[in-house]
């Protein structure tokens, strides 16, 4: 393993470079391989974001997004070369090779270096290069930290400013979270600095939804929610037929987890989502309470302490049952004080 700085001197002549990050691209993932991307632009490397799936709407006005390769059927092919032929595969936003699904095998046996930046728990040993902090709020933060580490901060520019707060102002749930500190601040300030509007980046990120997200916003709260006093616990589970209904769009669902974890007492908040590809799960917590425990014991997950997500193949009914049954292990720590 080597430290990031020496990619200082790797970078200084033109470079086959690609970026990846996990599935299911959020702000964070998508704003942060972006960012770098348009910074590795300016220094002339020949670079080309891929991610593992498609991603919300709600981050495709993000400058250079209209060259992101999706990793599907369509694009394997040229994926693979692309990632087969790279001199370096920068990984964003994950820290296991499974959270980019089958592409993990392709970066995996890739010849090319590997860069890691990261703020998961628990990361892989797959990187050469490393920057990897669970302190930090987001990736972006520590793509910002890699750009001033290898002297490139005088060229970011507002585009790329914008990307990387998006990360930034999403993973701390718009400076809410407990990840919050004063680096968040300091970059965010950095960053409006160099030109980030950022109530332009709140408006596109948080106020464009259809009126059938809203609608299953609102079925989700008054029909939907189940809260487990006893267990200082609330959650959702949607069936696919619930959202087919609503005709929920990717990204449609993303925050709903927040609203459980809004009422008062709660301390533990989950989202099922049910589709073709089995369950998947959301969950959110306070305090001393950690869901990537839970996710990576019990729902072949992981992530942060408040924050992780798991999957399961077995159906919603069982899946939801399974996690209802475990609160009883818990509630010693979901009831204590704090
Ligand atoms: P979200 O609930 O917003 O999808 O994810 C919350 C956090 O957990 C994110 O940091 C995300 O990267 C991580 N996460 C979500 N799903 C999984 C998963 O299946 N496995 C692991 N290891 N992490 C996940
Ligand atoms: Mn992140």
Redesign the pocket.
């Known amino acids: 393993m080597q430290k990031i700085e020496g990619l200082k001197t790797v970078l200084s002549s033109t470079k086959k470079i690609i970026i990846t990050t996990?599935s299911?691209p959020?702000a964070?993932?998508l704003g942060s391989s972006l960012g770098l991307m348009l910074f590795l632009d300016k220094l002339n490397h020949d670079v080309s974001v891929i991610t593992p799936t498609d991603y919300p709407d709600f981050l495709k006005w993000m400058k250079g997004e209209d060259r992101v390769i999706v990793y599907n059927n369509e694009n394997e092919e040229k994926s693979e070369k692309l990632v087969n032929e790279a001199d370096l595969i920068f990984c964003l936003?994950?820290?296991?090779l499974?959270?980019i699904d089958k592409l993990g095998d392709v970066v995996g046996k890739a010849n090319g270096d590997k860069v890691l930046i990261d703020h998961?728990l628990q990361p892989e040993d797959f990187a050469k290069y490393m920057l990897h902090s669970i302190e930090a709020a987001s990736t972006a933060e520590l793509v910002y930290q890699f750009i001033c580490e290898i002297g490139g901060n005088d060229i970011i520019d507002a585009d790329i400013a914008e990307c990387l707060y998006a990360g930034i102002n999403t993973?701390t749930g718009s400076f809410r979270h407990a990840n919050v500190t004063k680096t968040v601040f300091d970059v965010s300030a950095a960053l409006v600095e160099k030109g980030a509007n950022t109530s332009k980046v709140a408006k596109l990120i948080y106020d464009t939804n259809s009126e059938n997200r809203l609608r299953l916003l609102g079925y989700a709260l008054s029909e939907n929610l189940k809260v487990l006093n006893e267990y200082n616990t609330a959650y959702f589970a949607l069936t696919e037929k619930t959202l087919k209904k609503f005709n929920a769009q990717m990204g449609d669902t993303?925050g709903l987890?927040n609203y459980a974890l809004s009422i008062k007492g709660i301390k533990l908040a989950a989202?099922f989502k049910e589709s073709d590809d089995g369950i998947?799960?959301?969950?959110?917590s306070v305090n001393s309470f950690s869901v990537?425990e839970l996710?990576?014991t019990h729902?072949?997950?992981?992530?942060?302490k408040n924050?992780?997500?798991?999957?399961s193949e077995t159906n919603l009914k069982d899946t939801v049952q399974k996690f209802e049954a475990l609160l009883k292990d818990y509630k010693v720590e979901l009831t204590k004080e704090n």
């Open positions: 996990h299911r959020d964070d993932a936003d994950f820290s296991a499974s959270r998961h993973d993303e987890v989202l998947k799960m959301s969950f959110r990537n996710a990576r729902f072949n997950g992981g992530g942060h924050a992780a997500g798991g999957k």
